[in-house]
């Protein structure tokens, strides 16, 4: 039997807890769980996460986001 791995996001509170609430579903490919962390971020900080930190079977991946930051801000000149 072949094992999958598992993709699944740490989250975490502005005072550095691990939240038990929202949960990241596991995922068995990275592109998966990026694109879901990718559509539900702004969710994720409305509801008090601050960072997502991903795992793969339970090992940090870098980088860390942070959900604080939003992109605009960060991508300088609007496009035109």
Aim: net charge negative; aromatic share 8%; glycine share 6%.
């Amino acid at each position: 039997m072949v094992m999958q791995p598992h993709w699944a996001w740490e989250l975490v509170a502005a005072d550095g807890t691990v939240l038990d609430r929202p949960v990241s579903p596991v995922f068995t490919t990275r592109y998966d769980a990026e694109e879901w962390l990718g559509a539900q971020w702004r969710a994720l900080r409305d509801q008090g996460v601050r960072t997502a930190a991903l795992r793969n079977d339970g090992a940090p991946v870098a980088p860390v986001h942070d959900l604080a930051v939003v992109p605009e801000q960060v991508s300088g000149a609007p496009r035109a």
